[in-house]
């Protein structure tokens, strides 16, 4: 990793950009939804959308992480922009629906790449000390991007089309890729990873090799640091869960509760609030709260807020768990990366969340099916329901786990302090 003197305005860069992204991936994400509506009128040919992003993401996990450890992550990211820009400006182009899932296949793998090199290259750039508080204020920039985006979206849809909606959505990817050009060069995190890639340049079964001893080498860290990846494994568990949970959501909002379209959007417009003021009031107390504590007590109220909504027959208890989960989101996400940013070395950070990103996709897409499944065969609500309770007793274990490692931690410091004296 290149040594180099941190500076405030780094920072800025890259939330800036990390907030222009957002606001462009919400306007994108509903202008392409009503875009291959009104071409087709079907609701399945909009569902294959949903499944094309975990697909891309399992084709481009096994590798990324190599690629990331390897690479410049600053300019890979750059490029990624700047070729999801080129993509995204071509879609309303494109003369038939097949291209455009190509186009948007391609548009997915290129963000599945770029999330572990943002990580990679947040890692390097911020000091440790201070990336719980960096942490914190990119969850105030998502929420504000989760209430912007949408607002911004239907104003566009106001005055033009979906598709001047998705050139905006292009152009904000050049304004990314313009603010990321402000950073440092930091990368690649390991000298003999590159040395090991300009070897093996042209020689596909040096490349192939090289990428078996990457997943050994996530292997290897993963026998030797359990306690990472169960926490790991846990909260991921719990975002398994949630993505089913929404799966579901229109159908119970509308079939279980009865609420109309525009309800429906009152619901998603206070969440986004919720959300927002959630991530605002842990910028500002968040240096008072452990790690482990935002992470472990975050996701435990995070569920509990999926457990309101699922047992709730009317809008404004469904709106109550929503409000709950949308609050607390912000302090499990911002306790989950700073841990892991802490305990997992930078040189393999890339390789290690690639990996497992791959498991990740392949049981969400499993647990969306299970259940589809299960809604099919018995109802909404159950389904709905069931997954609720289950996903809520997973953060009870993570919880659990939590306030383990920060009794040990504890432990730890008054024996050294009783040394000291």
Known sequence: MNLYAFKKRHAHFLLTSIGISHIGDWIYLI????????????PAAVGLLYILRPIATMITAGFAGSLVDRWNTRNMMIWLDLFRAVLILAVPFLPSLPLIYIFVFLISMASSLFEPASLAFTVSLIPTALRKKYNAWVS????GA???GPAAAGGLFAISSSKTAIMVN???????ALLLTGLPKLGPASTLAQEEAEQSHGHITKKWRILKKDWWVVWHFSKTHVKVIMIYGLFHGIMIMAAALDSL???FITQVIHSSDSQYSMLLSITGISFLLGSFIQTR???RLHTMSLLGYGALLFSTGYVVYSFSHHLVVAGMGFVILSFFQAFMNTGYYTYIQNEIPVSMIGRVTSVYSLIQSFLEMIMIWLISRFAEFQNVKSAVVSASLLQWMVAVVLLGYCIYFMLLER?????TSRVIQ
């Open 411 to 415: 432990r730890k410091l008054d024996s």
């Open 285 to 287: 107390m968040v240096d």
């Open 146 to 148: 989760y209430v912007i």
């Open 249 to 251: 959501e229109v159908s």
């Open 31 to 42: 202008a392409i939804n009503l875009m291959i509506l009104h071409m087709t009128e079907s």
């Open 170 to 176: 292009g152009i904000s990817f050049l304004l990314s």
């Open 140 to 143: 105030l920039t998502q929420s």
